[in-house]
């Protein structure tokens, strides 16, 4: 099974596997923990599944659904779409302003996601997030293989 073969990936390079979406899934793998949209299983169902695992919620670029996360008790609250994306369609468009407002009310764990590159990491890094989300600037690059492209956020 692919879950498993990217667990012993995960495990190897000594980085957490967290699955998407799916906190039975996350469960069945024994995943570092799960990651959830807004449209996915409620937080509290996911982490009585999970128990001592990570559970991480996406909040888009809303203080309140944040505010929901930090009371429901979420390992990490994300926030996105910084920029453009290859990834996904952008249906939200978040700014650095919501990590520094974040931070004042929480010291849950923040990511930033999409379009995060070489050239725009190190803001979102500069202004509260702690954890960057970062998938077609190292998989769908056409300049760089993913390795170099890894590098370049060094």
């Known amino acids: 099974m692919i879950g498993e073969k990217i667990k012993n990936i995960c495990k190897k390079n000594k980085v957490k596997f967290i699955v998407n979406d799916d906190p039975l899934l996350a469960l069945k793998l024994d995943a570092d923990g799960c990651h959830l949209g807004q449209k996915d299983m409620n937080i509290k169902i996911a982490k009585r599944i ?45 700014s650095v302003k919501i990590l520094n407002k974040v931070k004042k009310f929480t010291k849950t764990p923040t990511v930033a996601i999409g379009g995060i590159n070489a050239a725009n990491y190190k803001n979102l890094l500069l202004n509260n997030a702690n954890f960057l989300a970062i998938s077609s600037y190292i998989w769908k690059n056409k300049k760089y293989k993913p390795l170099q492209a890894i590098e370049r956020l060094k």
């Open 50 to 94: 999970l128990g001592k695992k990570i559970v991480g919620i996406t909040c888009h670029n809303s203080i309140n659904l944040a505010k929901k996360a930090t009371k429901a008790k979420a390992d990490y609250i994300a926030f996105g779409a910084f920029n453009k994306s290859k990834t996904k369609k952008t249906k939200y468009v978040a």
